[in-house]
């Protein structure tokens, strides 16, 4: 009998922690060495857009969205449980819960050492962050605890449908809440931008695509030759932002450590929730295990993007969405760890 290979991550994204942690070192280098430079990049802005930085994250959205199969939707009736543990989860719960953190340690628990008003926009790119579910990594989260493959882009393709409707009313709800003044127009515009717009595109490509080619061409040879790019343009993006955000973290270099305290308790504690409530709804393993991981992490290109539109590039709202990055890929994979140890 022989045993079962183990399942790796390629050896870029294995890494991926690491490669972030050297564009942010370099980024903030950059800044500090090429201010006057940065600067200028700053400006380049259309409607407070940032075109750069505009550029990037559509390359790293597009490509998500051509793996969208909206076909997939039909098929929910048949095993709608792990379906719905996932809406409740990501709609009703998680934005919710990272509020309610980011609010006690960012205005409570930090107020010591952060002002108010930066504290609210901590909290602001906190509550972008947390209500958007991932789209993109869960794939290969799924992929390394055994999940199965299908029913995760069905839970995939379902949020990303959801986010176009909910994300934006969520959001502009719990900003609302924690007195954050923040344009609704902006915030439309904003997922129309970075939403609406790559997954319309998407779907038009990958269907002209699929019909000339076919879909195996497609999915063996098209997308693989896409997917360097949308980690390429998170890494670039990262370099940018840091570059503009340097003056503020080397003043502040401990502010990392303190936005990712609540990131972390919350990647945690979304995770159990879904964990033991599919385990409790018999969920089968295959469909609990990735149903955790969509919830536990985010869709930080989309947030990313918001923060900048909403608060600017060198705003907190920004920096906190990019630490999320930071920590979320050690995490995940601890997380992946316990769900192939607690398989059942």
């Known amino acids: 009998m022989t045993d079962t290979p183990k399942k790796q991550m390629a050896f870029f994204e294995k890494y991926l922690s690491l490669w972030v942690a050297l564009c942010i070192l370099g980024g903030i280098a950059i800044g500090h060495f090429f201010g006057a430079s940065m600067e200028a990049l700053s400006k380049m802005e259309i409607a407070n857009v940032n075109i750069p930085i505009a550029v990037l994250i559509w390359m790293m959205i597009y490509p998500m969205m051509l793996q969208v199969d909206f076909t997939s939707i039909k098929k929910i009736g048949k095993r709608p449980k792990g379906i719905v543990l996932t809406v409740i989860v990501n709609w009703l719960i998680k934005p919710f819960t990272m509020a309610f953190f980011a609010w006690l340690f960012f205005d409570n628990l930090y107020s010591a050492f952060i002002e108010p008003e930066l504290a609210g926009e901590y909290i602001a790119g906190a509550i972008i962050l947390g209500a958007a579910p991932c789209t993109a990594m869960v794939f290969v989260w799924s992929y390394l605890s055994d999940g199965d493959p299908n029913y995760t882009l069905v839970q995939v393709s ?8 909910a994300f934006v009313p969520i959001v502009a709800l719990l900003l609302g809440i924690t007195n954050v003044s923040v344009p609704y127009n902006t915030l439309v515009l904003s997922i129309l931008v970075y939403v609406v717009i790559p997954l319309v595109a998407g779907a038009i490509t990958s269907s002209i695509l699929i019909k000339s080619k076919g879909k195996e061409w497609f999915t063996d040879k098209f997308l693989p030759k896409l997917k360097p790019m949308s980690i390429i343009a998170l890494l670039l993006t990262l370099v940018l932002l840091f570059a503009f955000q340097g003056g ?24 159990f929730i879904t964990w033991f409530s599919g385990k ?28 900048i539109a909403l608060f600017g590039l060198q705003s907190p709202a920004a ?13 995940m994979l601890s997380l992946v760890a316990y769900a192939n140890k607690r398989r059942y």
Do not use: H, R
């Open 158 to 165: 379902v949020n990303d449908l959801i986010i176009l409707v």
């Open 280 to 307: 409790k709804l018999k969920l089968p393993y295959p469909v609990c295990a990735p149903a955790s991981m969509i919830g536990a992490s985010n869709f930080f290109e989309l947030a990313v993007a918001v923060a």
């Open 248 to 271: 503020n973290i080397l003043s502040n270099p401990w502010i990392i450590v303190f936005i990712a305290i609540p990131l972390i308790i919350q990647t945690y504690f979304i995770f």
């Open 319 to 331: 920096l906190v969405c990019v630490v999320g990055v930071l920590v979320e890929v050690p995490l």
